[in-house]
C-alpha cells in the first residue's frame, strides 16, 4: 500500500521581537511629526542628506552604550568581499562619514538634518525597539557654543511646533568636559582610564532609573538586578573609592529624591557651583567657560530657565560627545491603560562631538548635533492624545453593479484627475452590491458610487455617504431617521459625480494627511 503523501508544512507567519508592524493610522501620524520637525529645521537653515543605512563596521566605531565588543550591539554581516558592514545605530557616525568623504565639497559650516530608521541589536523590552524612528540636525565645522546653543533653542521650537506647550518640556545643558576635568581631579584621566569613565558616565546616566544608593554601587562595587548578591544580573562597577564617589555625586548636583534627577537650580547657581567644583582643572574651567557663554546666548535670544536649564546630571551615554550636551525631557506626567502614572523622560538629545569626523580626517573637525527619537516621542504625544490615532480615511470606492467595467474605471479616473483619492472595487465581479458596500466600510472609505443599469439608462449615478450612513442607528426618531437616510444616499446626475463627491468630502472635512 502506498504511502499518504504528507501535508507541505505551512510556514508560520511572525514577528522577530523589538520589531513592530505599523498601519495607515501611525503611518500618517509620523509623517505629520516629522512634517512640523522638518520645518522648524529649515528655519533654522539645516538642509537635508540622506545616508544609506549600512556602513562599513570600522566606520561606525565603537560608540555604542552599554557594550563592551566592538560588534556588539549592532547588525553586522559580511559582503562578497569579506568586509564587514553593519546597519547604522545612529544618524551622526553616517554623518561623520559623509562629511569627511565629501569635505572640500560641502560649506563649512556644514548645517544638515535627515530622518530615518536606525537599528541596535539589543534585548527589547517595553518601549525598547531593535528599529527606531530618529531626526537629526547636525553642525559640521563650527567650534563656536554658539552652535550648541542654537541646537538647544531649536530643541524647544520643535517641542511647542509639536503641540507642547510651554511648561510641559525642559531642553537640559551640561557639559562633558565638567565631568572629564571631575574625573581628572580625582585620577581617572589618560587614555589608561578611558573604560573606567565611560562605566562612571553610565552609571550617571541612570540617575533617572535608580535611587541615589543604586547609582553608588555602579560607581563603586557593581550593582545586582535583584538588589542582593546573587540575584539577577550583576553590573560590575567602576570600582570608585568612597571619596570619589562623594565628588562624582556632588557633580551632579543629585538632592536626595530617591530615583529622580537633580532638583535643578538656576543656571547662575548651577555654574557657581561648577566652578566650585572643578576648582583648578583647565579642563573643567573651559567647560564651565562654554555652558556661561550658552546660558547668556539663550537668555539674549528669550529662552527663560523654564524652557533651557543647566542639569548637572546630563550626560548621555554615547562614548563619543566631548563638550556641551543636551536632552529634551518631556515633564508632563499622564496614567497608561492599567491606571499607572507614567513620566515620558528624555525624548531626544545629543551634543558636541569633535573627534567623530576627525577619526577620518586626522585633523580636528569641530561638531555638534541634536537627535529626536521620533518613534519615542510619537508613543508619548499618542498617550497625551496629541497624536490622532483614529483610522485615516479610505479612497472614494466605485462599485461594479452590472455594466462594463471600463464605464467604471472612467469614473474612478475623474475622481483621481480631481486630486479626489479613489479605488475600483477589484474583488470577485460576482460580489453583491451588499459585500461591496461592506469593503467600503473596512476600507473607511468616507462615500461610496453606485451605478446599476437603471441609473445607467437614465445617465444617473447614487452617491453614498457613508461617514452619514455610519450613524443612522443611533438615530430612534422615524422622521429624522428617514430625513438622514435620503442624505446619506440619493441620485445625481452622471456628469456631476466630482461635484458630488467634494460636497460630501467638504461636509465631513475629509482629509487624507
Known amino acids: 500500500m502506498a504511502e499518504k503523501p504528507k501535508k507541505p508544512q505551512k510556514l508560520r507567519a511572525r514577528l522577530p521581537r523589538g520589531l513592530e508592524d505599523r498601519g495607515p493610522a501611525a503611518i500618517a501620524a509620523t509623517r505629520q511629526m516629522v512634517e512640523k520637525i522638518r520645518e522648524v529645521y529649515e528655519r533654522y537653515g539645516f538642509e537635508p542628506v540622506e545616508t544609506p543605512a549600512m556602513e562599513f563596521t570600522d566606520a561606525l566605531g565603537k560608540f555604542l552604550p552599554d557594550q563592551d565588543r566592538p560588534n556588539e550591539g549592532v547588525f553586522s554581516f559580511q559582503d562578497d568581499d569579506e568586509q564587514w558592514i553593519s546597519l547604522r545605530y545612529d544618524l551622526t557616525a553616517p554623518l561623520a562619514r559623509y562629511v569627511a568623504e565629501n569635505f572640500d565639497a560641502l560649506p563649512k559650516p556644514y548645517r544638515s538634518y535627515r530622518a530615518g530608521y536606525v537599528y541596535r541589536n539589543e534585548k527589547p523590552g517595553p518601549g525598547r525597539f531593535r528599529q527606531f524612528m530618529q531626526f ?62 565611560l562605566t562612571v558616565l553610565r552609571a550617571i546616566d541612570k540617575l533617572d532609573k535608580f535611587p541615589v544608593e543604586e547609582i553608588e554601587k ?52 548651577t555654574i557657581a557651583n561648577f566652578e566650585t567644583v572643578v576648582e583648578d582643572n583647565a579642563l573643567g574651567k573651559e567647560g564651565v567657560a562654554e555652558l556661561t557663554m550658552i546660558k547668556e546666548l539663550v537668555a539674549a535670544a528669550g529662552y527663560d530657565e523654564s524652557r533651557i536649564v543647566i542639569d548637572p546630571s546630563v550626560v548621555r551615554g554615547l562614548e563619543y560627545y566631548t563638550g556641551p550636551v543636551y536632552e529634551v525631557e518631556l515633564t508632563l506626567e499622564t496614567k497608561d491603560e492599567k491606571g499607572r502614572p507614567v513620566r515620558f523622560g528624555s525624548v531626544g538629545g545629543g551634543g558636541r562631538y569633535d573627534g567623530l569626523v576627525s577619526r577620518f580626517r586626522g585633523e580636528p573637525v569641530p561638531a555638534t548635533g541634536f537627535s529626536i527619537g521620533v518613534s519615542r516621542l510619537q508613543a508619548a504625544l499618542t498617550m497625551l492624545g496629541k497624536v490622532d490615532t483614529k483610522p485615516a480615511f479610505g479612497p472614494v470606492v466605485v462599485t461594479v453593479f452590472g455594466g462594463e467595467i471600463a464605464d467604471y474605471q472612467k469614473m474612478v479616473a475623474a475622481l483621481r484627475n480631481a486630486n479626489i483619492r479613489a479605488e475600483l472595487y477589484l474583488g470577485n465581479p460576482k460580489h453583491s452590491i451588499g459585500q461591496q458596500m461592506k469593503y467600503a466600510d473596512r476600507r473607511n472609505a468616507p462615500c461610496a458610487i453606485v451605478q446599476g443599469s437603471d441609473e445607467r439608462a437614465n445617465g444617473k449615478i447614487q452617491i453614498k455617504d457613508l461617514i452619514l450612513g455610519a450613524g443612522l442607528t443611533e438615530i430612534k426618531d422615524r422622521e429624522e431617521y428617514l430625513k438622514k437616510q435620503a442624505e446619506a444616499q440619493y441620485e445625481v446626475d452622471q456628469g456631476k459625480l466630482v461635484d458630488a463627491v467634494r460636497e460630501v468630502l467638504a461636509r465631513h472635512d475629509v482629509k487624507w494627511g
Not at 230 to 255: C, E, H, P, Q
Open 136 to 197: 537629526d540636525a547636525d553642525t559640521v565645522g563650527s567650534a563656536s557654543p554658539a552652535a550648541d546653543a542654537e541646537m538647544c533653542m531649536m530643541a524647544a521650537d520643535t517641542m511647542e511646533a509639536l503641540g507642547i506647550p510651554r511648561g510641559s518640556y525642559l531642553v537640559k545643558v551640561n557639559n562633558r568636559k565638567v565631568l572629564d576635568g571631575v574625573m581628572e581631579s580625582i585620577g581617572l584621566g589618560g587614555e589608561e582610564h578611558a573604560g573606567i569613565r
Open 218 to 269: 555602579l560607581l563603586g562595587p557593581g550593582r545586582w538586578d535583584g538588589g542582593e548578591e546573587g540575584k539577577g544580573d550583576f553590573t560590575k562597577g567602576a570600582g570608585l573609592s568612597d571619596r570619589a564617589i562623594s565628588r562624582v555625586i556632588n557633580f551632579t548636583g543629585y538632592k536626595g529624591q530617591s530615583g529622580s534627577k537633580s532638583d535643578v537650580g538656576s543656571n547662575a547657581v
